[in-house]
């Protein structure tokens, strides 16, 4: 809840401080070629398989920073943090945490809507909890490369504001009740509130 408080009271700030930009900016467009930068927030969920215990489903947060390179491509950073408490009633919680990067790619655009791809490369940490013979478990985390592939959407609101929706496969790595590590595929989805703090402009139109 902390986590989550501390989020919202940036975005916040963020966008107070873009509407300000927004406000005084006087006088014509600049010229000046460069890239946009947004930042989101939100809400992700997790669908992580256990073999031969079942799937289990993770609660938690998402936020990411993104730049706009070209009208179609970009680069993101994203990082997030999924949770389950009493995993398979072992009393063991069980988290996913990432940290991704890589690029973008807007393939379709229409007015306040446009549609993402993208390939993201990391670090993910996974702590999970395996059911081994009767009332016993194998729990332990592990720390490995870890990947994402997905798209999605993002809808533009009112001024810098915009909606988020994305989903990937989400490969990292899991302990198996013995004790040895395995790649995982999981699936996320996310749902994030976005600011754009400087929109990409191209000789003096602004995308």
Known sequence: ??????????????????????????????????????????????????PSAGNVGLNGVDVAGHVDLASCWGLTADSSYARASDVFGTGHNSYVLTALAGPVFYPI?????????????????????????????????????????????ERSLSGPFAVRVGGDYLRTSFVDSNAVAHPQNNFRATVSFMVRLKEWQRGGDVR
């Open 1 to 50: 809840m902390k986590t989550a408080t501390r989020i919202f009271a940036l975005m916040l700030a963020l966008a107070a401080a873009a509407l300000g930009q927004n406000g005084f900016a006087a006088g014509p467009p600049s010229a000046a070629t460069g890239p946009g930068f947004a930042v989101s927030a939100g809400y992700t969920y997790l669908s992580m398989p256990i």
């Open 109 to 153: 655009e229409r007015p306040n809507l446009r549609f993402f791809v993208h390939a993201l490369v990391g670090a993910g940490l996974v702590d999970s909890a395996v059911p081994a013979s009767g009332t016993q478990y194998v729990g332990g985390w592990v720390a490995r490369f870890s990947e994402a592939v997905g798209g999605g959407l």
